[in-house]
């Protein structure tokens, strides 16, 4: 299936650990995303990444850091967990302009439920 | 500071009639405008999109909007309600000089039999 995929669907973790989430895409995009969605629903992005370049990073903590190994995924790694960070997660990916085929539109992964507690 | 508004948290309507989502947004210039859908516990699913061109764009499920520069709005509607369109639905702006989405709140569409 052509898709966002994210792993895992669900994390509960303590405070102050670090943890990972990966995300995939074989639309053959070149732009991804982090939203975050908090408990009212309110959906903020964090960051873009085109092509392996970090192109947005929408005053997100430190302890928020983004990594992409490649075009088709984009991992976040969460430091120091606090309660605030719990909330839905979602990747997204986009054809930018660079690739000649801009489609505008974004496509969201499934979402990751993160819980702190 | 830019921003889209979706007054209403909530719309009910009955299936079998029209049903409007309302949204607005305050963006400089000529924003690209969509519509997406969350269903519970899942993840978004772009619905349509206003880049250029006629003001009434259609899209999945029986959806259109309207885009109006006037005043500034991009109402999604459907003629005909059904329940399984009972979602929460985002309207979203991407300003031109820019990739990301500025989302507004949502609005929660209850469709009743």
């Known amino acids: 299936d052509t898709a966002v995929s994210q792993t895992p669907k669900y994390l509960v973790t303590q405070m102050g650990n670090d943890k990972s989430i990966k995300c995939e895409q074989n639309l053959g995009h070149d732009t991804m995303y982090w939203y975050k969605q908090d408990s009212k629903k309110f959906l903020k992005i964090m960051f873009s990444y085109n092509n392996k370049e970090l192109i947005i990073n929408e005053t997100v903590p430190n302890r928020f850091s983004p990594k992409s190994p490649d075009k088709a995924h984009l991992n976040l790694h969460i430091n120091s967990l606090e309660l605030g960070d719990s909330a839905v997660y979602f990747c997204?990916?986009?054809?930018?302009?660079?690739?000649?085929?801009?489609?505008?539109?974004?496509?969201f992964g499934p979402g990751t439920r993160l819980t702190v507690t | 500071a830019q921003s889209v508004a979706q007054p209403e948290d909530q719309v009910n309507v009955a299936e079998g009639n029209p049903l409007t989502v309302k949204c607005t947004y305050s963006?400089?210039?000529?924003?690209?405008l969509f519509w997406y859908v969350q269903y519970p516990n899942r993840g978004l699913q772009f619905l349509l999109k206003y880049i250029t061109g006629d003001n009434l764009v259609k899209g999945s499920y029986g959806f259109e909007a309207e885009f109006n520069k006037s005043q500034t709005s991009f109402h999604l509607k459907k003629p005909s309600a059904l329940v399984s369109d009972s979602a929460l639905y985002f309207c979203?702006?991407?300003?031109?000089?820019?990739?990301?989405?500025?989302f507004g709140t949502g609005t929660r569409l209850q469709v009743f039999p």
């Open positions: 979203a702006v991407r300003p031109h000089n820019t990739d990301k989405l500025i």
């Open positions: 963006v400089s210039g000529n924003p690209y």
């Open positions: 997204a990916s986009s054809l930018g302009p660079a690739s000649g085929r801009v489609s505008y539109e974004q496509y």
